[in-house]
């Protein structure tokens, strides 16, 4: 009984363990005294970081409209896909690289034929609208006036990827490395820029709002960030789960997507 007991402890320690590294960010604030009431089934959804603020206003709308309750959980996508692959009980995974999707399809750990290309992301260099720097070109980086560049770790998260890629297809990733301070993803990266804790940071068009300058990098300097999206497989909401991805790429998701910089799918 004691060897019982203790293994279920330690399920529910690996359960909670897994998303570490994640927040939730909920559009809607959630007032403990006076719960809103929830009529409809509620899903939970990983996304990527860099959909914040797009997916905020998609979450409101979407439960409005359908009266279903969306718990965004946001997050790099390499950290999602392996909390996910290792069990972690979301419904909906939505990637910042449709690669970390099909990895999941291998693992049979989302469910095929609900992945679906819903955005294509654009990437750049910011500095704080405050600041006295700006980055009119990349080359700006090599100025000895920017000490620490911002960049969500490219080890596993697709933005920094790709900024590293943009930066070696311009020949400055190589000059540029000791300056570079790795957030563990989009919105970390983001954070560190806002302490004026870097002089600069490597952002998605998609979280750029007025408080900051930013230069877009040309998207032929880097691999397509394709960003999919697919229902997991242990979700116990399937036909809810596939119709958030419906409401993504449906007009009103794509509108939305669209205000915030993405380039949509068809569109390129």
């Known amino acids: 009984m004691k060897k019982k007991i203790f293994t279920g402890i330690l399920s529910l320690m690996f359960l909670a363990t897994m998303v570490t590294g994640c927040s939730n960010a909920s559009s809607t604030p959630k007032d403990s ?10 899903i939970t959804v990983a996304a990527a970081a860099d959909l914040l603020l797009a997916f905020a206003e998609i979450e409101a709308l979407y439960e409005k409209d359908t009266g279903n309750d969306a718990e965004i959980t946001y997050c790099s996508s390499g950290t999602a896909r392996e909390q996910i692959a290792n069990g972690a009980p979301y419904d909906v995974y939505a990637s910042a ?4 999707v099909d990895d999941l399809i291998e693992k049979d750990a ?12 654009r990437i750049g260099a910011a500095t704080l609208a405050g600041s006295s720097l ?4 990349a080359s ?3 100025k000895p006036e920017f000490k620490k560049i911002a960049i969500p770790d490219p080890s596993h998260a697709p933005y920094g990827l ?4 943009a930066l070696e297809s311009m020949g400055l990733w190589e000059k540029l490395q000791d300056k570079m301070v790795y957030a563990k993803d989009m919105q970390d990266c983001l954070t560190i820029l806002k302490s004026g804790n870097v002089e600069a940071g490597l952002i998605s068009l998609s979280v750029v709002t007025d408080d900051v300058k930013f230069l877009i990098f040309d998207d032929k300097l880097h691999n397509p960030l394709k960003q999919a999206i697919a229902v997991v497989k242990t979700t116990q ?4 789960a596939r119709d958030f991805i419906k409401y993504v790429n449906g007009e009103q998701g794509r509108n939305i997507m669209k205000k915030y910089g993405f380039v949509l799918p068809g569109e390129v």
């Open 134 to 137: 700006e980055i009119k070109e």
């Open 162 to 165: 790709a900024a590293k890629e």
């Open 97 to 100: 690289n449709i690669k970390f």
């Open 33 to 42: 005294n006076n719960p809103a009431p929830k009529t409809g089934v509620k």
């Open 237 to 240: 909401h399937e036909q809810e």
């Open 110 to 121: 989302v469910i095929a034929d609900s992945k679906e290309l819903y955005a294509i992301g």
């Open 140 to 142: 700006d980086l090599l």
